[in-house]
Each structure stands twice: as structure tokens, then as C-alpha cells.
């Protein structure tokens, strides 16, 4: 999942969920939640024009994929939210249908590693959750009411 900070991203309602209290773990919160900054997602791009000798499948993700329940956790922290309801598969099926969804976008896990980025040198700006999820409340907090945040990379 590519976090960027825009307006009904995925980003977007995970944090309202996780500020109207229901942010806690999806189902059992032990499936991986793989997950991409959307600045190292497009300076990824970038790495992978700029360097022709790459070559077959690149996974474009995080080095530091999580499980759901910590995922959501660090997500709470940084919205400044104590605590988030966790949500079985019942409930995550109703939540679904209301934003046209798949449960199973949610429940299965998926542990993917940026093996060939990382091989090849590409340094990420956000490889860690922490940084990232304060990063993009704070680049939410700055939108610029147009539902477009202001980016402002690191570099």
C-alpha cells in the first residue's frame, strides 16, 4: 500500500477510522501489512529509470513490513489516539461493503521485501512505520484544504 497523505487514500481512512476509535487490529492483527512512504515510492520510480541494469520483478515496498496490530498501533500513536477497537471479520465485512472493499485486502498477509531496490543501493527515506505514519498525519495537517497535502521530501 502506497501511504501518501492524500484526501480518501488508503492513508486517509485508515487515520479517520483509527481517530473515530477504530483503529485497532483487523481480525486476528497477525497478518503482515505491507506498506511504501509515497516519497520513497516515487524516488523508487525514479531509482529504477536511472539505473537500465535492473532487470525482472522489483517489489516496491518498505523494508520493515509489520504485523496489523503493530501497524495500527504506531498508526494510534501518531494520530495522538489512546486506544482503537480491534474488528473481527464480521464487522470488517460490514466496514467493507461501506467502502467497497475486500475483506481479504485487509485479512490476508502479505510480507513483501524491496529485495532488488535494496541490492541495488536504493536508500529509503521512511524505511521504518514510526516515521512514516508521523510524517503523513503531519503532512495531513498541512493540507492545503484542497484535499492535497504540501510534500515536502527529505532530500
Not at 41 to 67: E, K, Q, T
Not at 147 to 154: A, C, S, W
Amino acid at each position: 500500500m502506497v501511504m501518501s497523505a492524500d484526501r480518501d487514500g488508503v492513508f486517509d481512512v485508515l487515520l479517520r477510522l483509527a481517530r473515530r476509535g477504530l483503529g485497532g487490529s483487523a481480525g486476528s492483527g497477525d497478518q503482515f501489512v505491507s506498506w511504501i512512504h509515497a516519497i520513497d515510492f516515487v524516488r523508487a520510480i525514479d531509482f529504477i529509470i536511472d539505473h537500465d541494469s535492473i532487470d525482472g520483478p522489483i517489489n516496491i515496498s518498505s523494508p520493515s513490513p509489520l504485523p496489523n496490530r503493530d501497524f495500527m498501533r504506531v498508526l494510534r500513536e501518531a494520530a495522538g489516539v489512546s486506544f482503537g477497537l480491534s474488528s473481527n471479520r464480521l464487522f470488517l465485512e460490514l466496514g467493507a461493503i461501506s467502502l467497497r472493499t475486500e475483506t481479504e485486502l485487509i485479512l490476508k498477509s502479505r510480507r513483501v521485501i524491496p529485495g532488488t531496490l535494496q541490492k541495488m543501493g536504493f536508500e529509503f527515506d521512511f524505511p521504518e512505520w514510526p516515521s512514516a505514519a508521523h510524517d503523513l498525519v503531519r503532512l495531513q495537517s498541512m493540507s492545503t484544504g484542497t484535499g492535497r497535502p504540501v510534500l515536502q521530501p527529505l532530500r
